[in-house]
């Protein structure tokens, strides 16, 4: 498995935290508020790949990138980024050694942290 930051997705979180559009929650709640396997399915079927890959700061490019699979390490709702959603990324990619991704994280958790002060 190659995984690799997905830039893209990077710039999205940047700027919707600069929007204003972010979840200040506490680390352990990303369960609770990751979007169902339903919810994901429903923005893909109205958005595409293309849209539903900017909510994911990790892609496999061993995978298809019409493929489900391709996308890793979410942290949002499509809709806001949730710092429980950063956090998890940040410590899962650190986890997997996937510096890249966990640098990432690591500068969204910073700029949400620095924009609730």
Not at 43 to 48: Q, T, V
Request: proline share 2%; aromatic share 12%; with cysteine.
């Amino acid at each position: 498995m190659a995984v690799k930051l997905n830039q893209r997705a990077f710039e999205h979180a940047k700027k919707l935290i600069d929007l204003g559009k972010f979840v200040f929650d506490e680390k352990d709640m990303w369960s609770e508020h990751q979007p169902s396997t339903h919810v994901e399915n429903e923005y893909l079927k109205a958005h595409g790949f293309g849209e539903y890959g900017k909510w994911y700061l990790g892609i496999d490019t061993e995978q298809d990138e019409d493929n489900k699979g391709r996308y890793k390490f979410p942290y949002g709702d499509f809709e806001k980024v949730h710092r429980c959603g950063v956090l998890s990324a940040e410590n899962r990619a650190g986890q997997y050694k996937h510096n890249d991704i966990e640098n990432a994280a690591a500068h969204l958790h910073g700029m949400i942290d620095a924009a609730k002060k």
